[in-house]
């Protein structure tokens, strides 16, 4: 296969919590995290062919897309993105082991086709059921993942919260560029004792991007990467602000009205991997092996983000027409005097 499908092994070690092996580009996982070898711990394998499920095998059936084949494996199979709606009835297939027990394998076939929407879109799901998948077993190793941007200043990490478009990229680029260490973009790793660790996946602010339909499809939007980046390993949880647009105000919030946005943004962007076409095979597994906990690992979840939420110095909602640098310190320290934030 081409196009990064079916590719040389790569690893990728993120911060020694998932250890991941895989032969097919994944444009979540940053680059950052690749290393030359490791015993993994998470293993995502892409083969030119995978054959129906072995009937012998196959316990019960969902519908017609989910068998349980006992061993803690699921065999998963369903349309091919964007070419059943012109007709294809080739199936994309998947096998899902060990997603409760400490090695997790995902094993994928699907139908290859030179049509560069489809090979976008097959790398785009798989990547979207591989991010997943981290944050369950993040979650299940004493961790999260948020929705946020987050720089620091030595030990202080700053994060940025707020809904996609608000400007979190925008900022953190300008306090980069006014000397603050680049620690992640979309998605922050914390420990409860509010330990921020990088995930160093830059991408252009909004405004830069190109605005032309479908331009992803035919290169017109690349990969961005920002030179000279200076990446912190970890940081101690500072300030929280929360982004809005808007007119321009700021405003001190309390901890549970900080906790309240927090939770429901971060929801916002989980339900985007959650509802995503192939994550479905997540609900079949836990399904069929009850020992892939999910209500009880959404409720450590939440555990997880009110010990880390108490662990940050302040709380602040910051609603800017133009969300750099300059203007928002101008509008905290307006707000609450001079000093470093």
């Known amino acids: 296969m081409g196009d990064g499908m079916g590719t040389a092994w790569e690893h990728f070690n993120v911060h020694d919590i998932v250890r991941l092996r895989a032969n097919t580009r994944l444009p979540t996982v940053p680059p950052y995290f690749r290393v030359d070898a490791l015993e993994p711990n998470f293993e995502v394998e892409m083969r030119e062919s995978l054959p129906p499920p ?21 065999f998963y199979e369903t ?27 995902i094993v994928t076939a699907a139908p290859f086709f030179r049509f560069e929407p489809v090979r976008f879109k097959v790398t785009q799901l798989l990547s979207r ?16 993942m948020y929705h946020a941007t987050s720089v620091a200043r030595g030990d202080r990490a700053t994060l940025l919260f707020g809904f996609s478009g608000t400007g979190k990229s925008t900022l953190a680029s300008t306090l980069l560029d006014a000397g603050y260490e680049f620690l992640s973009d979309d998605y922050v790793i914390a420990d409860p004792k509010g330990q921020v660790y990088c995930y160093p996946d830059w991408h252009k602010p909004r405004p830069l991007q190109v605005r032309i339909p479908l331009a992803k499809y035919v290169g017109l ?34 901890r549970a009205e900080a906790l309240r946005r927090i939770l429901l943004l971060n929801l916002e962007e ?15 597994y836990a399904y069929f092996y009850p020992d892939l906990d999910l209500e009880g690992l959404m409720e450590r979840y939440r555990a997880h983000v009110t010990s880390f939420v108490d662990r940050a110095e302040r709380f602040v909602s910051v609603q800017s027409s133009s969300p750099s640098f300059e203007a928002v310190k101008d509008l905290v320290h307006r707000a609450y005097g001079e000093g470093e934030w």
């Open 54 to 74: 072995d009937r012998a095998r196959v316990r019960r059936v969902v519908g017609y897309t989910a068998y349980e084949m006992g061993n803690r494996e699921l």
């Open 79 to 105: 349309d091919t993105p964007i070419m059943f709606l012109l007709g294809s009835r080739a199936r994309w297939r998947f096998v899902l082991g060990g997603l409760a027990e400490g090695t997790t394998r």
């Open 129 to 144: 059921l591989v991010l997943l998948v981290m944050t369950l077993k993040l979650i299940q190793n004493g961790f999260a």
């Open 221 to 254: 939007n690349p990969p961005y990467a920002r030179t000279g980046l200076r990446i912190r390993k970890q940081a101690k949880i500072g300030p929280i602000f929360i982004l809005e647009r808007g007119p321009d105000r700021v405003a001190e919030l309390d």
């Open 270 to 284: 989980v339900s985007k991997l959650w509802n995503s076409p192939l994550s479905g095979m997540l609900n079949h």
